[in-house]
């Protein structure tokens, strides 16, 4: 593995167990993670996936099973990180898909059913709950998903809009526009990973292309444009994950996770250090548990076919 840190010292403070503290402080800590993190010292760091699965997704909650998606078919695999050892979940489909996730404390999951559907799973059991059909399901990209508040919010890599599907198994979806600062790029992959800014009250979204990140109001729609310091931009920015104030972008075809400290407000990210890893395979998103994040590669580059290999890899943080 290879590390490249802009401040080591500041990468020094929120690593191993001095970063686990800091996440129980902050709230984002697994229901018990000094044990997490001292358990997760002898569990594999690379684990394989089904042949052909095409994952991008992964969700992790409290306990260590960490949740993926296929492109193929929809199908949700499930791997014990303890030990590697994964099943089919969810056997998917024709014609379904299966991007980001989330795991709730609840036990459903949410996924990204990229053409203009958002589903949700029982994680215990696989089971088919809900289904919301968003948007039309031509021309839309249903892409990653986070949890905030009362909903599970998802973004359209190819519209200007989020979608907030409220958490449990009914209600309402509400659709919200992004204005302000957000220029859609046409004919491109646009918002794409999501999570919410560290006082609870907005979202970040990655916009992939050109490669930004944005500060938007949940109340309006309206998304300001994060500046950076230290990094031109995020481009191939794919998932996000954060930490307290320590924000991670996966950069999928840069094999690449760049480490942003984020002010008090959210409007702007500092970069901090990168994580690069000659496991890396183009990957899309991160999950953490204790003190690693996960992640899947998904091969972009490779051909995706029913006999291509897939692996999940972790890295510590």
Known sequence: MTRNHSHPSRRTL???????????ATGAGTANAATATAATATWPTEFPLPDGFLPEGIAIGRKPYAYMGSRANGAIYRTDLRTGEGKILFAGGTGLIAVGLKLDHDGLL???????VARIHDSRTGELIKTYQLTDPTGHFINDVTLLGDRAWF???RDAALYGVPRGRSGDVRALPLTGDWVQTPNANNANGIVGTPDGRALIVVKSTPGELYNVNLKTGHATKITLVGAADVVNGDGLYRIGRTLYVVQNRLNLISVFHLDAKATTATLTGTITDPRFDVPTTAARFGNRLYL???RFTSPQTPETTFTGVAVSI
């Open 110 to 116: 949410y996924v990204a059913g990229n053409t203009g």
């Open 296 to 298: 899947v590669n998904a």
């Open 155 to 157: 973004t359209d890599s």
């Open 14 to 24: 929120l690593g191993g167990a001095a970063l686990t503290a800091f996440a129980v």
